[in-house]
Nanobody
């Protein structure tokens, strides 16, 4: 069983930056793809970014492209989300997710989820 623990959320003003971290407790070597999702109050969970383990594929939602960067620790047991030029509309609970399967395009593809970390961006 893979357990994911996120950290790094907080409150910033618009234009600021935050770096989220997600660490897999064990069995990280089984993870084929990592993703970041977010869910704003009253809205559905939306995909933000994904990375295949080893960095083979990196992909972003249009809403964050050019501002957010997903990366993986060299040991492959953690991923990060560097968020720059934050906007109030980025306010949400951010979730790390992982899957041992090859497909990770949709929320239903992910097997493991973290507990979420809150990001609040004020104008």
């Amino acid at each position: 069983q893979v357990q994911l623990v996120e950290s790094g959320g907080g409150s910033v003003t618009a234009g600021g930056s935050l770096r989220l971290s997600c660490v897999a407790s064990e069995y990280a070597h089984r993870i084929g793809c990592w993703g970041w999702f977010r869910q704003a109050l009253g809205k559905e969970r939306e995909w933000v970014a994904r990375i295949y383990s080893g960095g083979g594929l990196i992909d972003y939602a249009d809403s964050v492209k050019g501002r957010f960067t997903i990366s993986q620790h060299n040991a492959r047991n953690a991923v990060y989300l560097q968020m720059n030029s934050l906007k109030p509309e980025d306010t949400a609970t951010y979730y790390c997710a992982a899957t041992t399967f090859g497909s990770c395009a949709n929320v239903d593809d992910y097997e493991y989820w973290g507990q979420g970390t809150q990001v609040t961006v004020s104008s």
